[in-house]
């Protein structure tokens, strides 16, 4: 996860400056949208939780994101911004944030906020490339994170850390030491 912050950061700091400033922007943004949601997928895979199906968890969570935003972008007919590069009337909610969104959200609700928060400040990156690109407008991006956060809180299992709790207790002969752990 430091590595892909580190990225981020190289890729905006160390970018031409003016109009191709925005492009790297940009092009970290559309990047981004598809590095969260491969990383939730991965991370699925690698630590196996077989009575939780965290991988049929993060499938359910992506695609009703996904379907949802395209659904919306068609029921709503919001235009893009009249100077952004493109002109359509798709621009509510923004598809790229729904996107990093579901996958940060995921990882947050199933991993913790350790991993969560670095993921939610890479999913909040690609919702300002999208606004800075003039792609949309906060509100697109906003109702593109809404989708994305409110499929993880739907479908993913919470996460919860494991606690170890020690009982003592001492009657009048006799003394219990005991060990409970909860998960």
């Known amino acids: 996860m430091k590595n892909l912050l580190f990225l981020l950061i190289l890729l905006v700091t160390f970018s031409p400056k003016s109009n191709a400033q925005n492009n790297s922007v940009t092009v970290a943004g559309d990047i981004f949208q ?3 949601p491969a990383t939730a997928l991965s ?4 630590y196996k939780e077989d009575e939780q199906k965290p991988t049929w968890q993060f499938i359910k969570t992506y695609g009703v994101a996904i379907i949802t935003t395209q659904a919306l972008k068609h029921i709503v007919l919001k235009p893009r911004p009249e100077d952004g590069p493109i002109n359509n009337n798709h621009a ?3 598809g790229h944030t729904t996107s990093a969104f579901a996958g940060a959200a995921f990882i947050q609700h199933k991993y913790g906020w350790s991993y969560g928060f670095p993921c939610y400040a890479i999913a909040s990156f690609v919702g300002y490339s999208r606004v800075k690109g003039n792609f949309h ?5 906003l109702g593109g994170a809404t989708v994305g956060i409110v499929s993880a809180y739907i479908f993913t299992k919470p996460y919860q850390e494991s606690k170890i709790v020690w009982l003592f207790d001492k009657s009048i002969s006799t003394y219990i030491v005991g060990l409970t752990y909860a998960y």
């Open 34 to 36: 598809f590095v969260l």
């Open 43 to 46: 991370a699925t895979l690698i």
């Open 92 to 94: 509510f909610p923004s």
């Open 137 to 141: 407008d906060t509100w697109d991006v």
